[in-house]
């Protein structure tokens, strides 16, 4: 089963925020994330908060319908909390989104123009699986004002779909490509999975060469993490797979960097790829502490070092908001040095940099040396990573810390 939810502090059932934070807010926009709990099968390596049918049974507040309503409210518990607010970039994600009906996704984006203002040229992002869609769903969300989607593709090749449980077979990647460009979307993102076990660098090499085949705008590729309580850790423990090897892992790493790059895909964060122009405007407000409100069971959220997280189950999330309860579990308001450390953490994953003024007097004192190893560059006011400190950012970060 999923992760469980960290501890924190109450949350008002208003869902109010300090007085402090919004000020701190100003009039600035903000990101929305709208989490859809359902999934058609619950993949071996997944521990995202996540239900099908089978876990989530008939019990009142489980429905889709149930849902769409739960979301709703929420939209209109975050209006009232943040007054009149333009959105820059919304992001579906899960789950599987689009195991709703086209109409309903549809109907979501509609719910934020009835509460916030979008931004003119707001990015608007669904995640898919390829499986899960045909041509006129595609051609709706368009119309329905989404211009930027995220397949999960994660591997061509079949042995390793197997492994991950992945449903859709590798040629359905193609199909869905091409459709989504043909209904006008106006940047496709394709994620890639490696170190699957069982998965060889000329695997890894014909998944990267398939995917830019079909010429996505940006590329997403994660190191499998073998999370605790998952089916694949399970298989792991009982020596049914062979364990993920960190060196493996990085040779895969380095693989994905050249070939990418080669095709014109220019790394922005440590998993990320894109043509110019084509960065997820969503994630990168994450990695730069920008404000966004996630609506959802488990949704986390971030306002001016307030963060908090829903509850996690689709019943008690709905129940909440039902009584016209924020569905908030807890929350926490981050120290002035928490958010510095946090802004180390999250701004030396990007490309460009992390400047050195957020650094302390020691911290700074330890760059030259950790340059002289070539895990990093300074041009000028900002660090960077180089490839081999991509390879060990978190490494890097302890080095650097206080």
């Known amino acids: 089963m999923p992760s469980a939810l960290p501890t924190g502090r109450p949350v008002p059932s208003d869902?109010?925020?300090?007085?402090?934070?919004l000020a701190e807010l100003g009039d600035g926009p903000i990101s929305l994330y709208l989490h859809v709990p359902f999934c058609a099968t619950r993949c071996g390596y997944c521990d995202f908060n996540t239900y099908t049918a089978?876990?989530?049974g008939s019990a009142p507040g489980s429905s889709r319908d149930a849902y769409l309503a739960a979301a709703r409210a929420e939209l209109a518990l975050a209006a009232g909390v943040l007054g009149e607010r333009r959105v820059g970039t919304v992001f579906v994600g899960g789950g599987t989104p689009t195991l709703l009906a086209a109409d309903e996704l549809v109907g979501l984006l509609a719910a934020v123009r009835d509460h916030f203002a979008l931004a003119p040229g707001a990015e608007v992002t669904t995640e898919c699986n390829p499986e899960s869609v045909d041509e006129r769903y595609l051609n709706h969300l368009v119309a329905g004002g989404f211009n930027r989607i995220s397949f999960g593709m994660q591997s061509a090749r079949p042995h390793v779909l197997r492994v991950l449980e992945r449903r859709h077979t590798p040629g359905r990647v193609t199909d869905v490509v091409r459709w989504a460009r043909a209904a006008g979307f106006g940047s496709i993102s394709l994620d890639l999975i490696y170190g699957t076990p069982?998965?060889?660098?000329?695997d890894w090499r014909a998944s990267l060469d398939a995917a830019l085949s079909n010429r996505p705008d940006h590329l997403s590729a994660y190191a499998l993490i073998v999370e605790d309580g998952t089916r694949l850790a399970a298989q792991i423990r009982r020596g049914g797979v062979p364990a993920p090897v960190d060196d493996d892992q990085a040779d895969f790493?380095?693989?994905?960097?050249?070939?990418?790059?080669?095709?014109?895909?220019?790394?922005?964060?440590?998993?990320?790829?894109?043509?110019?122009?084509?960065?997820?405007?969503h994630n990168?407000?994450?990695w730069r502490?920008?404000?966004?409100?996630?609506?959802?069971?488990?949704?986390?959220?971030?306002v001016a070092g307030v963060r908090w997280w829903n509850v996690k189950h689709p019943r008690r999330y709905s129940a909440a908001l039902a009584e016209g309860r924020s569905p908030a579990a807890a929350r926490e308001v981050l120290g002035s040095d928490d958010r510095r450390v946090e802004r180390v953490l999250l701004e030396s994953r990007l490309a460009d940099g992390l400047p050195l003024d957020v650094l302390t007097a020691s911290e700074r004192a330890r760059v030259p040396a950790l340059?002289?190893?070539?895990?990093?560059?300074?041009?000028?006011?900002?660090?960077?990573?180089?490839?081999?400190?991509?390879?060990?950012?978190?490494?890097?970060?302890?080095?650097?810390?206080?």
Do not use: F, I, K, M
């Open 15 to 21: 869902g109010s925020l300090p007085a402090p934070a």
């Open 54 to 56: 089978d876990e989530l």
């Open 198 to 202: 069982g998965e060889s660098l000329d």
């Open 253 to 281: 790493y380095e693989v994905a960097d050249q070939v990418l790059s080669e095709a014109g895909l220019t790394w922005y964060e440590l998993s990320n790829w894109s043509r110019p122009g084509h960065e997820c405007r």
């Open 284 to 286: 990168l407000a994450y």
């Open 289 to 302: 502490g920008a404000a966004w409100w996630g609506v959802g069971p488990g949704a986390h959220s971030h």
């Open 371 to 402: 340059a002289g190893t070539a895990l990093v560059l300074t041009d000028g006011d900002r660090l960077t990573l180089t490839r081999r400190g991509r390879l060990l950012a978190d490494a890097v970060v302890r080095d650097l810390l206080d």
